[in-house]
């Protein structure tokens, strides 16, 4: 079955501490993604791995950073995490970063108090 | 920047009913992607399309690149169907999303 994972699917922190989100497919995609969702909005680009070792920044990169070890484990890292990153987060693959379709985990929702 | 409009905001349908979502784009896009985030939060993959139209079970869609719109149509629609649809294109590797549609789906 093809699919995309996250854990933890659910995290409290308080600001100042450091957070780590996890993402895998078993799908053998060479792009992943992470994004953030705040409240009635659409999903905002946080950074893209074009494969290991090859990540870029999104649209909203400050305050994060990923790494990507292994083409089917990608992990968003938050130093010192602040209660503006309180949001939905969700990871995504896709085959390639040209033209090719994205799919996603099912989000973690992070909350810094 | 390149944009995607989605109307509209919000829509109230009764069961057995149906109607149609638009997505317009400023500029050209590659392909459109629609999605339905369900009541739990998860994004459900309903089409990809780099042109032309698909239909899966009671959705069809069609996406125009050379007049830059992409709709979604649901027909006789159940009370599953509640939830926030939301378009995204393909543009220069990134998706560019839509603000949503919110679906509720009326006995």
């Known amino acids: 079955d093809m699919k995309v994972t996250q854990m933890p699917r659910y995290l409290i922190k308080r600001m100042g501490e450091n957070v780590l989100l996890e993402c895998g497919q078993d799908m053998s995609h060479e792009t992943m993604y992470w994004y953030r969702q705040d409240p009635g909005l659409g999903l905002q680009l946080i950074y893209i791995?074009?494969?290991?070792?090859?990540?870029s920044e999104g649209d909203i990169p400050k305050g994060y950073r990923v790494s990507r070890k292994k083409r089917e484990h990608f992990s968003l890292i938050l130093d010192s995490a602040k209660t503006n990153q309180t949001s939905v987060y969700f990871c995504?693959?896709?085959?390639?970063?040209?033209?090719?379709?994205?799919?996603f985990g099912p989000g973690t929702r992070l909350t810094v108090l | 920047g390149d944009q995607v409009e989605q109307s509209p905001s919000a829509l109230s349908l009764h069961e057995g009913t149906g109607s149609a979502l638009r997505c317009n784009f400023t500029?050209?896009?590659?392909?459109v992607q629609w999605f339905q985030q369900n009541s739990r939060g998860s994004l459900i993959n309903l089409f990809y399309?780099?042109?032309?139209?698909k239909e899966n079970g009671r959705l069809k869609s069609t996406f125009n690149s050379k007049e830059s719109y992409s709709t979604l149509h649901i027909r006789d629609a159940q009370l599953e169907d509640s939830g926030t649809y939301f378009c995204?294109?393909?543009?220069?590797?990134?998706?560019?999303w839509g603000s949503g549609t919110k679906l509720i789906i009326k006995p």
């Open positions: 500029t050209t896009m590659r392909a």
């Open positions: 995504a693959s896709s085959l390639t970063g040209d033209y090719a379709e994205q799919f």
């Open positions: 995204a294109a393909d543009s220069n590797y990134q998706l560019i």
């Open positions: 399309l780099a042109s032309g139209t």
């Open positions: 791995s074009y494969d290991v070792d090859s990540n």
